[in-house]
């Protein structure tokens, strides 16, 4: 539910997320998260909006835990923090 209000949020389409989500590079590793291991997937849609994806693998599946566009003060550049 998070994910999907904050691609509501930041108007991102299913399109746009998977686009970014094949072109993108994973940006952070967290190995010792709560939910168990995930990454930060940064990734431009084909229309150049650039795009964070936050997954991980559960029950052997990946699962998108949220997506938004990254923006100041928490970050710089679509690859680094504010």
């Not at 389409?13 to 939910?35: D, P, T």
């Not at 566009?69 to 710089?76: A, D, E, L, N, V």
């Amino acid at each position: 539910m998070h994910g999907e209000q904050e691609r509501q949020n930041d108007n991102l389409s299913i399109a746009e997320i998977e686009e970014a989500f094949c072109n993108g590079i994973i940006l952070e590793q967290y190995e010792n998260n709560k939910r168990g291991e995930s990454c930060l997937v940064a990734g431009f849609a084909n229309s150049g909006k650039p795009v964070h994806i936050v997954c991980g693998k559960f029950d052997g599946e990946l699962a998108i835990i949220t997506v938004y566009i990254p923006t100041p003060p928490k970050f710089k550049n679509p690859y680094e923090r504010g």
